[in-house]
């Protein structure tokens, strides 16, 4: 019974966590402003148009190029979170109860800008449509999914990959909400949210340390940001890329032969293809390896 609560406190603690960096300034990704300014050196005016208007890989753009932009994107943002980071650490422990706190948030809030730009690049849908504050369950629980995927959890590399199938599979702008809330995806992103509520507890921890000492404690505290943010940007990056939905070439012309079977209206074949990206439903049940 204890062992449950503590479980539960810990998913609370991380959606708590995450809903107040969503709503701090400058987190939200405008996915269309986003789409245009990183694919302006790179793409036609069509193609920009159509990536907008659908996706990327409806418009053609190669995993390659967009590969591309995303280091890009997870240069410029880690930077950014690391220098903050050591901003943070500069008046030491004194100033300890002030700092831990707005530096948690703001790592945070770089783990969700990263996410939504590499979702957009790699063809998930407008993760913030709304215009209030509230962020609604799918979005919360794709977002978990996603950095339980930037820590390394193999449970939430399968979910993700099942919700990916999805949407392509069905052509879908929008996230499968009902899958994402009370779905065969549901148990996983609760049992994401525990893991990473431990996580970042621990990670808080080892913050705490390195703002311990001033001014060493800024070149700690950015040294370790740096870290731990980019191999955790570069694994999100790698497993959205490696997933049908971003590649063009899983979309095929009406009437087109695709493992025996006649593909009709442009319908995508994600779901020929779930299995070999460890997305079937079977790989959900998998306990996480690294927990």
Same mark, same amino acid.
């Given at each position: 019974?204890?062992?449950?609560?503590?479980?539960? #406190?810990?998913?609370?603690?991380?959606?708590?966590?995450?809903?107040a960096a969503a709503k701090l300034p400058g987190v939200r990704?405008?996915?269309?402003?986003?789409?245009?300014?990183?694919?302006?050196?790179?793409?036609?005016?069509?193609?920009?148009?159509?990536?907008?208007?659908?996706?990327?890989?409806?418009?053609?753009?190669?995993?390659?190029?967009?590969?591309?932009? *995303? #280091?890009?994107?997870?240069?410029?943002?880690?930077?950014?979170?690391? *220098?903050?980071?050591?901003?943070?650490?500069?008046?030491?422990?004194?100033?300890?109860?002030?700092?831990?706190?707005?530096?948690? =948030?703001?790592?945070?809030?770089?783990?969700?800008?990263? *996410?939504?730009?590499?979702?957009?690049?790699?063809?998930?849908?407008?993760?913030?449509? /709304?215009?209030?504050?509230?962020?609604?369950?799918?979005?919360?629980?794709?977002?978990?999914?996603?950095?339980?995927? $930037?820590? /390394?959890?193999?449970?939430? #590399?399968?979910?993700?990959?099942?919700?990916?199938?999805?949407? =392509?599979?069905?052509?879908?702008?929008?996230?499968?909400?009902?899958?994402?809330?009370?779905?065969?995806?549901?148990?996983?992103?609760?049992?994401?949210?525990?893991?990473?509520?431990?996580? $970042? @507890?621990?990670?808080?921890?080892? @913050?705490?340390?390195?703002?311990?000492? %001033?001014?060493? /404690?800024?070149?700690?505290?950015?040294?370790?940001?740096?870290? @731990?943010?980019? %191999?955790?940007?570069?694994?999100?990056?790698?497993?959205?890329?490696?997933?049908?939905?971003?590649?063009?070439?899983?979309?095929?012309?009406?009437?087109?032969?695709?493992?025996?079977?006649?593909?009709?209206?442009?319908? %995508?074949?994600?779901?020929?293809?779930?299995?070999?990206?460890? *997305?079937?439903?079977?790989?959900?049940?998998?306990?996480?390896?690294?927990?």
């Amino acid at each position: 019974m204890k062992q449950g609560k503590e479980v539960e #406190n810990a998913e609370s603690r991380f959606f708590t966590v995450l809903l107040a960096a969503a709503k701090l300034p400058g987190v939200r990704i405008h996915r269309e402003a986003y789409l245009r300014s990183a694919l302006a050196r790179h793409c036609s005016e069509d193609e920009i148009r159509r990536a907008i208007e659908e996706t990327p890989a409806a418009a053609g753009i190669t995993v390659e190029l967009l590969d591309k932009v *995303a #280091n890009d994107s997870i240069r410029y943002e880690t930077a950014k979170v690391s *220098a903050l980071s050591a901003a943070a650490g500069i008046p030491g422990i004194l100033a300890l109860p002030a700092t831990v706190p707005a530096d948690t =948030a703001q790592y945070v809030g770089h783990m969700l800008r990263i *996410a939504q730009k590499l979702a957009y690049l790699y063809s998930w849908p407008d993760l913030f449509s /709304g215009e209030g504050d509230d962020v609604d369950d799918a979005t919360k629980g794709v977002l978990t999914l996603f950095f339980g995927v $930037m820590f /390394g959890t193999q449970s939430a #590399n399968a979910a993700v990959g099942k919700v990916a199938g999805m949407m =392509a599979e069905h052509v879908a702008k929008t996230l499968p909400k009902k899958a994402l809330t009370h779905g065969v995806v549901y148990p996983m992103v609760k049992k994401v949210a525990g893991y990473l509520g431990v996580k $970042m @507890t621990t990670q808080s921890f080892a @913050t705490t340390v390195s703002k311990a000492i %001033p001014l060493v /404690g800024a070149a700690v505290s950015g040294g370790l940001t740096l870290a @731990t943010y980019l %191999p955790m940007a570069k694994r999100l990056k790698k497993h959205l890329a490696g997933l049908p939905l971003a590649d063009p070439s899983h979309r095929v012309r009406e009437g087109e032969v695709v493992d025996g079977e006649v593909v009709e209206d442009d319908e %995508p074949f994600a779901a020929a293809h779930a299995e070999r990206h460890g *997305a079937d439903i079977t790989a959900l049940k998998l306990e996480d390896r690294t927990s």
